[in-house]
């Protein structure tokens, strides 16, 4: 970030529609995520002076690294609580914190796979990373150069970055949806007249407050939209390799979403990887107890019925017999009761031996 930028950024982050709207939304995501737990360790990676830090104060114990160490020198009462340095085998917290944000971060280092890792290095096995980042290179304005950014991320590209740093991207989606038009316009103008960028400024009262209701909005109303000029994503530490070893009863991916029995290509079409990831979350994540077949069995069908049936009515048909593949699939239109007992014949003995998923002598 240039020194002019630096300069005027907490002035921003108090006042501007933009840094307010995106603390909004990412203190909204994670009251979702905690369900209303306020004894939880946080992690703020770049935290700067830790603007964030008296909002997420509520949640539990708040702590952040930053490497300006100028910066920090602003925090006033959160200075002791901010690290100078960075997120590398030097950085041994007292223990493994429950919540890490990388607000705006990864789009900085180049190495932000490495940089996951060391994240995931202390995380609660059961934690969460937020993430948030400047959203597809097609949008790259001199904006970008001034806050010396490295690249802009799309969902598809952050799923894979995640997944190589070995967690498991749980959900991801993109924020302020109707602000790409403007980028678009500033983008094109840049390329006719090259004009060097500005810092942002603050607009008038009402503009401001009537840009932050939009914003806020649109996000509560179109905020499942494939694109916007910032995406936001969670990931999770994956539970150990042996869970189903260890455990006679804990499910079969496999055998549950009926890969092997033609279902694949269907349930991709109806279903996306962030809303299975959430149902595979609350299954695998959320159970302290030994998984149950029958529990879990529920648990998913009913969990891919919802998320089928939503995407049904919204194209407005639904996808019937061999059309989907072998066994219909007909996950769009079954009652929860008729997709129980499919599940407990996916779980038989006779199922899982015809599909090589147990040997049974």
């Known amino acids: 970030m240039e020194a002019h930028y630096a300069a005027a950024y907490a002035e921003l982050y108090r006042r501007h529609w933009w840094w307010r709207v995106r603390e909004e939304i990412v203190l909204a995501r994670i009251e979702s ?5 306020r004894d939880v360790r946080i992690l703020d990676v770049g935290c700067g002076a830790g603007l964030l830090f008296d909002a997420l104060e509520r ?12 910066v920090v020198e602003q925090a006033g009462r959160w200075q002791h609580r901010i690290v100078i340095g960075e997120l590398d085998a030097s ?10 944000l990388l607000l705006d971060v990864l789009e900085h280092v180049s190495e932000p796979r490495e940089l996951l890792r060391r994240a995931a290095g202390v995380l609660n096995p059961k934690g969460r990373i937020l993430v948030t980042v400047p959203a597809f290179d097609w949008l790259w304005t001199g ?17 894979r970055l995640i997944t190589e740093a070995g967690l498991v991207p749980v959900e991801s989606g993109y924020l302020f949806q109707s602000l790409v038009f403007p980028k678009l316009l500033v983008r094109a103008r840049e390329a006719l007249a090259s004009p060097s960028a500005q810092v942002p400024k603050i607009p008038g009262q009402l503009l401001n407050g009537a ?14 939209l494939p694109f916007g000029s910032s995406l936001m994503a969670i990931a999770g530490i994956p539970p150990p390799a042996s869970l189903s070893r260890a455990n006679p009863q804990a499910v079969s991916a496999n055998a549950v979403l009926g890969r092997k029995a033609g279902g694949r290509q269907a349930l991709e079409f109806l279903a996306t990887p962030e809303r299975l990831g959430r ?15 029958h529990h879990v069995t529920r648990v998913l069908f009913e969990g891919v019925h919802e998320v089928t049936s939503c995407v049904n009515r919204i194209a407005g048909h639904h996808r019937h017999g061999s059309e989907a593949g072998r066994d219909g699939w007909r996950l769009g239109i079954e009652p929860p009761e008729r997709l129980e007992r499919r599940g407990r014949f996916v779980h038989s003995a006779q199922f899982r031996q015809a599909h090589g998923e147990v040997h049974v002598p």
Do not use: C
């Open 33 to 37: 995520m905690l369900a209303g737990a």
């Open 59 to 70: 949640f539990g114990y708040v702590e952040g690294i930053e490497s300006d160490r100028s």
């Open 91 to 100: 950085y041994t917290p007292q223990a493994p914190f429950d919540l890490i």
């Open 143 to 159: 904006h970008d150069d001034m806050n010396h950014h490295v690249k802009r991320y799309t969902a598809t590209g952050m799923r």
């Open 211 to 224: 840009l932050q209701a939009w914003y806020r909005t649109e996000y509560a109303l179109a905020g499942r």
């Open 279 to 293: 149902i595979a979350r609350d299954v695998l994540f959320e159970h302290s107890e030994p998984l149950q077949r």
